[in-house]
Every structure is written in structure tokens, then in C-alpha cells.
């Protein structure tokens, strides 16, 4: 005669708790990752922070979706980068918003004949007081960096009111009357402006990686489940 009062095995629970399971680990192994991707990015933002630059031309002559273009230190001749007109791209610095500056340099070689150059950041009440500087007797410096993708959350850019949301590099371009534009931006390291403004703003002083912190967090959470799931199967045999 069977025993009508064991406890049923409980499906259903075992079901979610596997399907939770595997969430928060894959949840975990891709912060895991991550963590390993961020640790390149630092590791190369080190290294080319005490590199020397290299031509701009040259290094735009090679294949443009490698790896090896985000955050190289390139130079090159822009001296009208502080008297041509500009675009705001919205921007957000230690906590204050503003606009990075962005307007175009001219290339007179490589495969390109044009690039657009962040100039750098200023706050908002600040913007309406830029003034054109003096043309630049030398080149500039600064690093190479990829243009964003949009998502949901990113704002159409606004053209007519010359605002910004994210760095479209093909409409940006064509606003300011750029040239066959190259597929990357020059984020400005120097000069400086004599007025002080934008600020260059080229790569963050400090670049969070909390990725090793995140993945304890989710694999910490498996654990707790696991642990959970366990606790009630033990309660429901002693009852």
C-alpha cells in the first residue's frame, strides 16, 4: 500500500528554480567576460597613453574594423578646427551635464577627406559663450575612437536645433559639410584653447570596471537559490 502522505515531488518549483539558475550563472559567466574584455581596454588605454602619436593618414590607410583603431594615438593638421562651425553632442561629466564639441578637419591625404574632431566638453551655461580661436600653427594630438550605436533609450538627434544625442557620424558629417568623412572620430588631447574652452576631453581619467563585482553578485545569487531550493525540499520531507 503506497503512503499518501510523502510529499510529492515538487516539479514545478524545480523547473523555475533550474531555469533561474542558469539566468543568473550565464548572467555571471558573461559579467566574467566582460571583465576580461575591460582589462584589455585598460591595459591598452595604459599602454598608448605613454605612446608616441602616430600620422593620422597612415594609421586611417590601414583596415578601419580592428581592434587595433579605438583609443590610438594619431596626429595630424587641422588648423581651422577652432574657427569652422561645430556641432553639441549632450554629454555628461563628472556628474555635470554639458556638450562635447564637435566640428571637422579637413584632410588633405589618405583615403579619407575628412574626419570629425571632438573638440572637448563644456557645461551648458558655457556653451553659448564659445568664440572662435585663432587657426592652429601646428598639428594636433589626440586618439581615435569608434562613433556610438543607438539603442531605446538614446533620444533622436536634433539637426535643426544643432543638438545631439549620439555621435551619427554620417548625419553629423554631412550637417557640417564634411567630405568623404572617415568612420571614426578624433577626440582631441592638444592643444588646448587659449580660452580654455571646450576642455579636451580625449579618453575618462578614470574608467570603472566593476565587472569582477557583478559577477560575484550573480553567482552569489545562484548560491542563495540553490540554497533556497534545498531549505524547502528539506522542509517539505520533514513535514
Not at 510523502?6 to 533561474?20: N, R
Request: with cysteine; charged share 20%.
Amino acid at each position: 500500500m503506497s503512503n499518501s502522505s510523502s510529499p510529492k515531488f515538487p516539479l514545478v518549483l524545480t523547473v523555475l528554480t533550474a531555469i533561474a539558475l542558469a539566468i543568473l550563472i550565464g548572467l555571471g559567466m558573461w559579467q566574467v567576460k566582460r571583465l576580461h574584455w575591460k582589462e584589455g581596454v585598460l591595459t591598452r588605454i595604459a599602454a598608448l597613453r605613454a605612446a608616441p602619436p602616430r600620422n593620422l593618414a597612415a594609421v586611417l590607410r590601414e583596415p578601419l574594423d580592428g581592434p587595433d583603431l579605438d583609443f590610438t594615438k594619431v596626429a595630424a593638421d587641422c588648423p581651422d578646427i577652432e574657427t569652422t562651425p561645430y556641432l553639441r553632442l549632450y554629454a555628461v561629466r563628472d556628474a555635470v551635464a554639458g556638450y562635447r564639441i564637435i566640428t571637422l578637419c579637413r584632410l588633405s591625404e589618405g583615403p579619407f577627406g575628412s574626419i570629425l574632431v571632438d573638440r572637448g566638453f563644456v557645461r551648458q551655461e558655457q556653451a553659448a559663450g564659445l568664440t572662435p580661436g585663432a587657426t592652429l600653427a601646428g598639428p594636433v594630438m589626440g586618439v581615435l575612437r569608434k562613433g556610438d550605436v543607438r539603442n531605446f533609450v538614446t533620444p533622436p538627434n536634433d539637426e535643426r536645433a544643432n543638438l545631439w544625442y549620439w555621435r551619427d557620424i554620417a548625419a553629423m558629417a554631412r550637417t557640417l559639410g564634411a567630405p568623404r568623412p572617415a568612420p571614426t572620430f578624433l577626440m582631441l588631447q592638444s592643444p588646448a584653447p587659449k580660452a580654455g574652452l571646450p576642455a579636451p576631453a580625449p579618453i575618462p581619467a578614470d574608467i570603472p570596471n566593476n565587472h569582477l563585482q557583478y559577477a560575484v553578485t550573480w553567482f552569489g545569487l545562484a548560491a542563495a537559490l540553490v540554497g533556497v531550493y534545498l531549505a524547502s525540499l528539506w522542509r517539505r520531507r520533514s513535514s
